[in-house]
């Protein structure tokens, strides 16, 4: 079983919709999480942290992690064009150990 | 504020020259270093890290090799490239109290013909 498992898709939704991306994972130490975006060709850009079970919300980006069923969840809000990019999860047991990243998430949202 | 710097963007080298890339980090002290590497449907794997001059940790053995000259400098380097080194290479850093928390840099696409 792989330590962080993410669904590649690709996800394609109409500008305005609600979109959900998820992980799962297999490790209970993790117990920071981020979610990076990353457009073609370019660097990951972090998004959201998060460090305790529950949700994060930061304008229309909400950050939700339930450390008992080790799944955490992305959710967009009136998604956009610009939107459109990779969405990749991480997670890391401890400063200092490795950054453990799921494969990523293809968003294209339409207008 | 702190900036993350790694360059060329772009690299086409053939096989068996050698590699060196270059990441530089502004407005911070002490970070905390790493190399990345992402291939195409493989998400990114960790191949060093290094917490200090001349302090390098891999995670992958290798055709590459990292070096930490200075504190905010990190460079990856490859005496003979093989095909398989093709792919998108990202350095990042983390520091302080939220060592855990990784910024990327721009990253460097290197294909190797």
């Known amino acids: 079983q792989k330590e962080v498992e993410q669904d590649p898709g690709p996800l394609s939704v109409p500008e305005g919709a609600i979109v959900s991306l998820n992980c799962t994972y297999s490790?209970?130490?993790?117990?920071?999480f981020m979610w990076y975006r990353q457009y073609s060709r370019k660097g990951p850009e972090l998004l959201m942290y998060?460090?305790?079970?529950g949700n994060k919300e930061d304008g229309r980006f909400t950050a939700q992690v339930d450390k008992s069923s080790k799944y955490i969840s992305l959710f967009i809000r009136d998604s956009q064009p610009s939107d459109s990019a990779t969405y990749l999860c991480a997670m890391i047991a401890q400063a200092g150990t490795a950054l453990i990243f799921g494969k990523g998430t293809t968003l294209s949202v339409s207008s | 504020s702190q900036t993350i710097h790694q360059w060329p963007a772009t690299l086409v080298q053939p096989v068996g020259s050698p590699l060196s890339l270059e990441c530089t980090v502004e407005?911070?002290?002490?970070?905390?270093l790493y190399w990345y590497r992402q291939a195409a449907g493989r998400g990114l794997q960790l191949l060093f890290y290094?917490?200090?001059?001349?302090?390098i940790s891999s995670e992958v053995p290798q055709n590459l090799s990292a070096s930490r000259p200075q504190d905010r400098q990190f460079i990856l380097s490859s005496k003979k490239l093989l095909l398989s080194d093709s792919g998108f290479y990202l350095c990042a850093w983390s520091v302080g109290v939220a060592k855990n928390i990784q910024y990327f840099g721009a990253g460097t696409r290197l294909s190797v013909l």
């Open positions: 490790n209970s130490a993790f117990q920071y």
């Open positions: 290094s917490v200090g001059i001349g302090q």
């Open positions: 407005g911070t002290s002490n970070p905390n």
């Open positions: 998060t460090y305790s079970s």
